[in-house]
């Protein structure tokens, strides 16, 4: 698995190099062997991404250009790579426009191994199940209007906000990212009442 790492603290890409040996099969469960690449400035990232790396550790603030820019002007592939943010000073506000940009996980620093082996290990997790879901939704090109589609998922994934909250209105939508209020219209568009709240869990 080829890994960039958009750094330029040359002490802490060469740990990073060095932890990543335990990587593969644990971490990265699908990965034999992981291969690290070493970017610098926003302009040496950005040329490196034509390499196509899976997985993509950022560095927020470089001392020459942004990690914010790289992912806003990395190219526009099929298969984009997975982005981990790290930062010891990024603001609420960069987070914010991060993960509105897909990057899927941040890390304060300074960071343990031990934190960045899981924050990587479960981004990827969530990654894999998204693609999960988009080769069943491909899957029903031809077979369902899409809206059917989108209705069936949005259903799925408020019954399991729901279970995971214990049916509450107010931690489900924002496991969901939604308000409380879009919670309620959809459980009156799918007929679900807290009635259903046994039924389901029998």
Known sequence: MQI????????????????SRSWPGSVLPQANTVELHSARTQTEALIALARAPE???LDVQLAEGSGIEVVRTAPA???????????GKASAREGFELAQL?????????????ELR???????QLREQD????????????????????????EEMLREALART??????????????????QQMMDRFEL????RVRLSS
């Open 193 to 196: 009442s807290r009635a259903d």
């Open 118 to 124: 899981a924050t990587i290990h479960d981004a990827w």
């Open 55 to 57: 997985l993509v550790l």
């Open 131 to 154: 693609r999960e879901l988009a080769r069943s939704a491909v899957a029903q090109i031809g077979q369902q209007p899409i809206h059917v589609v989108q209705d069936q998922i949005r």
């Open 166 to 183: 214990d049916w509450n209105y107010t931690r489900a939508a924002k496991l969901l990212g939604v308000t409380r209020q879009a919670v």
């Open 102 to 114: 897909g990057v899927r996980a941040y890390l304060a620093k300074p960071f343990t191994p031990e």
């Open 77 to 87: 592939v099929h298969r984009r790579p997975l982005f981990i943010a790290m930062s």
């Open 4 to 19: 960039l790492v958009v750094e330029d603290d040359e002490n802490l890409f060469e740990a990073l190099r060095f932890d």
